[in-house]
């Protein structure tokens, strides 16, 4: 019971600090790659939690959003290219820029609502929004900043953390690669040897197969000398130890020393 609370509370304190790597890790990540600010993506997530959604969806609508922008402002193409100019809905700012795919969902967001629930589910769909994101947006861009604000106070990290877990992982991949230099530096003294032992072991083993009679031989010879000398000589000795009365009496101090453990181990279960 007192060693199980320690391993329980590292175990715990080690999915936390994992969690919180891994975790701040790869939502910047995500927020990196769908050019958005890892706050700003939490409050989306949070808003589609909110709403029964995977959080997951935020990062596959985003990135669905950023490639239909871009088929559309780029190679004039894409389902989005013809619903935005039917909903009214600028792809490209003053200057003639591609905007960003959070001000076109937001903007889909108000469409949404005007448009009704069947038109803006056709759209949706066709734009392979998940169910769920449709209804989302269908709240309009009023509701989804109220969502935003109160998932606001919920986010987890900040860029800071984000900051610190890259760090940590930059720092933790320099310590492996420092491990692995100084391993390889006693490898390259010890496999050269171990190779020479090997290369021995194998002339031997050759050397045997090679003069396998004069082997056998040398072998029965060190069998004999054992039988006829060192046996009777060990022999001798265990005789006269066991004659010894010194030899009797440590005996019997050990066996009862022995029992009494054994008794003292009955008593306290």
Same mark, same amino acid.
């Given at each position: 019971?007192?060693?199980?609370?320690?391993?329980?509370?590292? =175990?715990? /304190?080690?999915?936390?600090?994992?969690?919180?790597?891994?975790?701040?890790?790869?939502?910047?990540?995500?927020?990196?790659?769908?050019?958005?600010?890892?706050?700003?993506?939490?409050?989306?997530?949070?808003? &589609?939690?909110? &709403?029964?959604? *995977?959080?997951?969806?935020?990062?596959?609508?985003? #990135?669905?959003?950023?490639?239909?922008?871009?088929?559309?402002?780029?190679? !004039?193409?894409?389902?989005?290219?013809?619903?935005?100019?039917?909903?009214?809905?600028?792809?490209?700012?003053?200057?003639? /820029?591609?905007?960003?795919?959070?001000? @076109?969902?937001?903007?889909?967001?108000?469409?949404?609502?005007?448009?009704?629930?069947?038109?803006?589910?056709?759209?949706?769909?066709?734009?392979? =929004?998940?169910?769920?994101?449709?209804?989302?947006?269908?709240?309009?861009?009023?509701?989804? $900043? $109220?969502?935003?604000?109160?998932? %606001? $106070?919920?986010?987890?990290?900040?860029?800071? !953390?984000?900051?610190? &877990?890259?760090?940590?992982?930059?720092?933790?991949?320099?310590?492996?690669?420092?491990?692995?230099?100084?391993?390889?530096?006693?490898? %390259?003294?010890?496999?050269?040897?171990?190779?020479?032992?090997? *290369?021995?072991?194998? #002339?031997?083993?050759?050397?045997? %197969?090679?003069?396998?009679?004069?082997? $056998?031989?040398? =072998? @029965?010879?060190?069998?004999?000398?054992?039988?006829?000398?060192?046996?009777?000589?060990?022999? %001798?000795?265990?005789?006269?130890?066991?004659?010894?009365?010194?030899? @009797?009496?440590?005996?019997?101090?050990?066996?009862?020393?022995?029992?009494?453990?054994?008794?003292?181990?009955?008593?306290?279960?």
């Amino acid at each position: 019971k007192t060693i199980a609370a320690p391993i329980a509370g590292a =175990f715990a /304190a080690s999915e936390l600090f994992n969690s919180y790597v891994n975790g701040a890790t790869a939502l910047d990540r995500l927020s990196q790659s769908l050019g958005m600010d890892i706050e700003r993506l939490q409050e989306w997530q949070g808003a &589609a939690r909110s &709403a029964g959604v *995977d959080a997951e969806e935020v990062g596959n609508i985003f #990135r669905d959003m950023n490639d239909y922008i871009t088929d559309a402002t780029r190679f !004039d193409s894409g389902p989005l290219k013809e619903i935005a100019a039917q909903l009214g809905i600028s792809l490209t700012d003053v200057n003639g /820029a591609a905007r960003n795919s959070e001000a @076109v969902l937001l903007d889909l967001a108000d469409a949404f609502q005007t448009v009704g629930a069947q038109e803006a589910t056709g759209y949706g769909m066709q734009l392979s =929004f998940d169910p769920g994101m449709i209804a989302l947006l269908q709240q309009g861009r009023d509701a989804l $900043e $109220e969502l935003f604000r109160e998932q %606001r $106070e919920l986010g987890i990290y900040t860029k800071q !953390d984000a900051e610190i &877990a890259k760090t940590f992982n930059r720092e933790l991949g320099d310590l492996w690669q420092s491990m692995k230099a100084g391993s390889a530096i006693v490898l %390259r003294m010890i496999v050269p040897a171990m190779t020479k032992m090997i *290369d021995w072991i194998e #002339r031997g083993v050759k050397f045997m %197969r090679e003069h396998e009679k004069f082997v $056998e031989m040398f =072998f @029965v010879g060190i069998a004999t000398a054992i039988s006829a000398f060192a046996l009777p000589a060990l022999a %001798r000795l265990a005789k006269a130890t066991l004659t010894n009365p010194f030899t @009797v009496l440590i005996a019997g101090i050990t066996a009862l020393i022995l029992v009494l453990e054994d008794l003292y181990v009955w008593m306290n279960g």
